[in-house]
């Protein structure tokens, strides 16, 4: 999720972990990281986020944010305990970068001679630390978000060409996403409608909850409401989403 | 805190707690990292402890640990933010660092030439972004526990003359503590006691909650329990818990 406003997550992430294990298979764990300003806070457990009491507390406790990158995973490669739980962190820049991985690197291992190594034994983290090397290497410093999508753009593709890679990566400034296969967002804006759950019985008048200045973007793998219009990524397209919206360029 | 098996903190938690706002004047934010192996689940909040919904978490939810590492803060340097609240984490060779500092670094800004920056603008996070920098440049990868403790005892005065430098390192296979001014120990072991929190009105019979070779260090700036025999360290002294007790050498 990406904003112009702090907003909590609740009702997304309700519907969202029903599928760590309940309407989905995805129950190898899950993770949630929250940017509040340059400041972070990264949630991971290795229970299913159905049953998981730190997913009750994100379930109940609404904790406002303008980027939030959450993850329920299906095991592949690596095995089911915490230090797999995707998002991984890493600091770079004095900056914190969270990514998430829904996908499979088929025998990739590509060489890490940098500053940045797998605590896991995923082929997600492995890709990420690559990532932030190879960003490392590019730039002497945060770089300009348009900058970094045009390092990413570069980037992306050599990991992809390896397997299914859809991701997220957010510095707190923006979330960038990359769509192999499967990716849809949605851009809500002023008028906000009524919004439906695909994933349980639930639905919230949005209308209700913000201002007709807020913007919100959510980027997922399978829509989570039925009643609204989700846009699909094209295979190898990869999208910034600031302030609320795609950023086009 | 550190154990030879996982252990939960529920119970000091409890107190420790208390003092953030409460039973003492850490109201600032506070912080907790519990080791699972090579993972870690990391909180902060920006809340003072007392009133913090994760807090509440923490008290209520057992989570099992060798190693945790938890933090209240009384603002010196830096803003009342999430980005400012200790303990920091940083990887390095593949393994995550979790640093907590109590005490003040008075006009020290080390240069960081290195890999590791600051996310917020604290004297601690600084001086632990400087600590991992000297010993990414010591070691080509994760060294045995004695040689970190040496490496440590040589970085730690360099750091320790700017000010009050009492802090606490793990990560995930020992505890590593620094004294200044103010650190106690306590190990517990067979036969366990009953103890009495200092800090709320609460005592716990850990001979119910243990089993004979159960070993536990616990490391604190001020005794949590009133009838149990902690150890002061002397000023300049830095130790290292291993398996629960204090390793000598």
Redesign the interface.
């Known amino acids: 999720m990406n904003c112009n406003t702090p907003t909590d997550v609740t009702f997304s992430f309700t519907g969202f972990a029903q599928r760590g294990g309940r309407t989905d298979h995805h129950a190898d764990g899950w993770g949630i990281a929250f940017f509040?300003?340059?400041?972070?806070?990264?949630?991971?457990?290795?229970q299913p986020a159905c049953e998981s009491?730190?997913a009750e507390?994100i379930r109940r406790?609404p904790i406002q944010s303008r980027n939030v990158i959450a993850h329920i995973r299906k095991a592949t490669q690596g095995e089911v305990?915490?230090?797999?739980?995707h998002p991984f962190?890493?600091?770079l820049?004095?900056?914190?970068w969270v990514f998430a991985h829904n996908g499979d690197l088929k025998d990739f291992r590509p060489r890490l001679h940098g500053?940045?190594?797998?605590?896991?034994n995923t082929d997600s983290e492995h890709a990420f630390c690559w990532l932030m090397q190879e960003l490392?290497k590019s730039h002497a410093g945060v770089p300009s978000i348009e900058e970094l999508t045009l390092t990413l753009r570069e980037l992306a593709p050599q990991l992809a060409s390896h397997g299914t890679f859809n991701f997220m990566l957010s510095n707190g400034q923006a979330l960038w996403a990359h769509a192999s296969t499967n990716l849809w967002y949605v851009e809500r804006r002023h008028p906000f409608v009524t919004a439906q759950l695909s994933d349980e019985d639930l639905e919230i008048d949005f209308a209700q909850h913000t201002t007709p200045t807020d913007r919100v973007a959510v980027v997922v793998t399978t829509p989570l409401t039925t009643n609204e219009t989700w846009t699909q990524f094209a295979p190898s397209e990869l999208h910034v989403f600031v302030d609320g919206q795609r950023s086009v360029g």
């Open positions: 509040e300003d340059r400041g972070l806070r990264h949630f991971v457990d290795h009491p730190v507390l406790y305990n915490l230090q797999n739980c962190v890493r600091e820049w004095g900056r914190y500053n940045f190594h797998p605590v896991g490392a």
